[in-house]
């Protein structure tokens, strides 16, 4: 299941969007209207008397969070909460007058600087490098960004540190429509996989995900189905063999303002994972 949900995240987080940095944090999140702060809460989820019920706190995953935007719609400042909802690190980010995140400081509980993220960009506002700062100044990794010339951003390239011939590489091409097509993953040894998409007719919502390995050959398929509000309410893998893997279902509780405070999560048709969120609008 790890596998099936965090390739999906990690889809919708990076791929929404034909430019590398969208028009606003806010997309990221599935956030609309001036949201200024969102608490993201994950719970275990359980079937009693045939109602879905919160459990204790999910702590497999992601770390429960309050993220900030200022009224651009760009994140600030992040917050990350540990078991006992005490502070375990935060993330201050500085942005220049476009929205562009110029750096990055996180912080431990107690205010200690342990990590440092600096980022770079052209003359039209692309990121174009972003590197990790060691305490002593030093950088530890880094990452290269490139364009084409319909400013789509077509690959990057992350080394393990300064010097190093570690690294691993993601290529992307488009459609006519600018919409991702695939996704090419590449490491010090060559290629490592590829992750074909289709989408529903003319839309911009993928509703198949090809899944390649190293040879070319399908290892994985995934068919996603939205509800009206284009969010992701089912996602069913298979093997090559179309032998079913996985089956994701969500149901979502929505605000006056038609964004998502609750999401339920069933895995193979069982209560799976409760996240909460609270939203404070400007």
């Not at 400042?77 to 500085?94: A, C, H, M, N, P």
């Not at 690294?167 to 590829?194: A, F, H, I, N, P």
């Not at 893997?245 to 209560?271: G, L, P, R």
């Given at each position: 299941?790890?596998?099936?949900?965090?390739?999906?995240?990690?889809?919708?987080?990076?791929?929404?969007?034909?430019?590398?940095?969208?028009?606003?944090?806010?997309?990221?999140?599935?956030?609309?209207?001036?949201?200024?702060?969102?608490?993201?809460?994950?719970?275990?989820?359980?079937?009693?008397?045939?109602?879905?019920?919160?459990?204790?706190?999910?702590?497999?995953?992601?770390?429960?969070?309050?993220?900030?935007?200022?009224?651009?719609?760009?994140?600030?400042?992040?917050?990350?909460?540990?078991?006992?909802?005490?502070?375990?690190?935060?993330?201050i980010r500085e942005l220049d007058d476009k929205g562009n995140c110029?750096?990055?400081?996180?912080?431990?509980?107690?205010?200690?600087?342990?990590?440092?993220?600096?980022?770079?960009?052209?003359?039209?506002?692309?990121?174009?490098?972003?590197?990790?700062?060691?305490?002593?100044?030093?950088?530890?990794?880094?990452?290269?960004?490139?364009?084409?010339?319909?400013?789509?951003?077509?690959?990057?390239?992350?080394?393990?540190?300064?010097?190093?011939?570690?690294?691993?590489?993601?290529?992307?091409?488009?459609?006519?429509?600018?919409?991702?097509?695939?996704?090419?993953?590449?490491?010090y040894r060559g290629k490592t996989s590829m992750t074909k998409l289709?989408?529903?007719?003319?839309?911009?919502?993928?509703?198949?995900?090809?899944?390649?390995?190293?040879?070319?050959?399908?290892?994985?398929?995934?068919?996603?189905?939205?509800?009206?509000?284009?969010?992701?309410?089912?996602?069913?893998?298979?093997?090559?063999?179309?032998?079913?893997?996985?089956?994701?279902?969500?149901?979502?509780?929505?605000?006056?303002?038609?964004?998502?405070?609750?999401?339920?999560?069933?895995?193979n048709q069982k209560a799976q994972q409760i996240i909460e969120r609270?939203?404070?609008?400007?």
């Amino acid at each position: 299941m790890k596998y099936l949900i965090s390739l999906l995240s990690l889809f919708f987080l990076t791929s929404c969007s034909p430019e590398y940095k969208p028009e606003k944090d806010l997309s990221l999140y599935e956030l609309k209207s001036k949201v200024n702060h969102v608490s993201i809460y994950h719970f275990k989820a359980y079937e009693e008397n045939s109602e879905i019920k919160k459990g204790k706190k999910d702590l497999s995953g992601e770390q429960d969070k309050t993220i900030s935007f200022n009224k651009k719609g760009f994140i600030t400042q992040i917050y990350f909460y540990g078991q006992s909802d005490s502070l375990d690190t935060k993330v201050i980010r500085e942005l220049d007058d476009k929205g562009n995140c110029l750096k990055e400081l996180k912080y431990n509980a107690n205010e200690q600087l342990i990590g440092e993220w600096n980022m770079t960009y052209d003359e039209r506002g692309r990121k174009i490098q972003k590197g990790r700062l060691l305490n002593n100044g030093n950088i530890f990794n880094y990452a290269f960004f490139h364009y084409d010339d319909k400013n789509r951003l077509i690959s990057r390239k992350d080394f393990l540190y300064l010097d190093s011939q570690l690294y691993d590489s993601l290529v992307w091409t488009y459609d006519k429509r600018d919409r991702q097509v695939t996704e090419e993953r590449y490491g010090y040894r060559g290629k490592t996989s590829m992750t074909k998409l289709s989408y529903i007719g003319q839309s911009e919502l993928a509703d198949s995900l090809f899944l390649y390995d190293n040879k070319g050959d399908l290892a994985n398929i995934i068919l996603i189905e939205y509800n009206k509000q284009g969010h992701m309410t089912k996602a069913i893998q298979y093997n090559a063999d179309t032998i079913l893997i996985a089956n994701v279902e969500i149901d979502y509780k929505y605000d006056s303002k038609k964004n998502w405070i609750k999401k339920t999560q069933f895995f193979n048709q069982k209560a799976q994972q409760i996240i909460e969120r609270k939203i404070i609008y400007y």
